[in-house]
């Protein structure tokens, strides 16, 4: 058994990390083994392994926040659960693993003919999206929503949802090549970010009022969006992709009477009772089966390889998410 895990932290990421070998750990009662099938390196991991993210593991840790697994053994009185079931890891359970160990009773089951790549990565991401779009603003079907890092895998999952719901949205990127995957993953208008972005936003949705803005890059980006929003309107910032703080013009932000709200999937897990996350669990999962809800895959790795791995995530302009198979060779 291998797994990825980092005794310090630092600044350059895949320097902190190495596959180690592990013994078999034993089962203690309502316990299963999990052979992990696939999980993502995501920007939070990323950050995690830097110490700049908002929520740290005492060291050492295992790397990796999600993912999918087979049962592979089942302890005493875990016998509800069959050898192969397909599930989704527990959150934060370190998944850059061979195998691991779960409570029997944190494990929500997916649809066994789901493809495990895609379902590896419905923890973090497809919520993210939902909720950001569902919570903040009453949008009704054709309302328009801008968002920047558009070409990302929440910004697709959230062309994805919002089509579904007949929503128009607006989606910014920073580079051309960047474009046709955009489109591919069903978003109709894509721009690439610039100073007259609000110009180009205003011509292209025949000057619709967008009541809400979405947010994952910081720095002037948030200034640019902010400015293509209608008065009284809401940005919500979930990332920091540049590295700075959301910056705003008093001038766009006070007399357009403009809302500036955050958003932490973490506080959602910790405030939202269980039986309200599996139901929206289930119903993105069956997105996922149903190819509803699709993210791209740029590349994956073995655990062996997971220094490449951490590398080629940490590298921006990817074409899709980096994921760790660590039973594949
Ligand atoms: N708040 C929450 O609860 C929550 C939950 C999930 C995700 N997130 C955040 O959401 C963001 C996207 O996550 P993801 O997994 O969807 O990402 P991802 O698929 O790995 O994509 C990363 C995105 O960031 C862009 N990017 C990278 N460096 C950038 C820079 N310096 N300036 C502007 N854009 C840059 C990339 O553009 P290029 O392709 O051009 O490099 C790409 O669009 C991350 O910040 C992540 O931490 C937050």
């Known amino acids: 058994m291998k797994r990825a895990a ?4 630092g600044p350059v990421p895949q320097d902190v ?12 009662e309502g316990q299963v083994l999990l052979e992990v099938m696939a999980a993502p390196i995501n920007p939070s991991d990323v950050l995690t392994l830097t110490g700049e993210y908002g929520m740290l593991p005492p060291l050492p840790a295992v790397g990796g926040n999600e993912g999918v697994g087979r ?12 050898i192969g079931e397909l599930v989704l890891l527990p959150i934060g359970s370190g998944t850059w693993t061979t195998h691991m160990v779960a409570d029997a009773q944190r494990l929500i089951a997916l649809p066994p003919q789901g493809d495990p790549r895609q379902l590896a990565m419905l923890s973090v991401n497809p919520p993210t999206a939902l909720l950001m779009l569902r919570d903040f603003v009453d949008l009704q079907e054709g309302d328009w929503v801008i968002q920047n890092a558009a070409n990302s895998a929440v910004g697709g999952y959230l062309v994805q949802i919002a089509n579904s719901r007949g929503l128009n949205t607006i989606n910014v990127v920073r580079r051309d090549s960047a474009i046709a995957g955009v489109k591919a993953a069903g978003g109709e208008h894509v721009l690439v970010d610039g100073d007259d972005l609000h ?4 011509e292209l ?3 619709a009022k967008i009541m809400l803005g979405i947010d994952a890059v910081g720095g002037m980006a948030s200034e640019r969006l902010a400015r293509s929003l209608a008065p009284g309107a809401t940005m919500v910032n979930y990332g920091a992709m540049s590295g700075e703080p959301c ?3 008093p001038g766009t932000f006070v007399f357009r009477d403009l809302r500036l709200r955050g958003f932490w999937l973490a506080n959602w897990f910790r405030t939202t009772p269980p039986e309200k996350q599996f139901k ?3 119903e993105l999962s069956q997105q996922v089966v149903d190819r509803q809800l699709h993210a791209r895959v740029h590349a994956t790795y073995g655990i062996d390889q997971i220094k490449e791995a951490v590398a080629a995530a940490a590298a921006g ?4 998410k980096i994921l760790v198979e660590p039973n594949k060779g």
């Open 205 to 207: 949705s025949s000057g």
């Open 199 to 202: 110009k180009r936003v205003a």
């Open 6 to 9: 980092y005794a310090t932290r």
């Open 280 to 282: 929206v669990f289930r």
């Open 317 to 320: 302009e990817r074409d899709g």
């Open 71 to 82: 049962v592979a053994k089942l302890g005493p009185g875990a016998d509800a659960w069959a």
């Open 247 to 249: 910056m705003l013009n």
């Open 17 to 28: 990390i190495a596959a180690e070998e592990f013994e078999a750990p034993k089962l203690g």
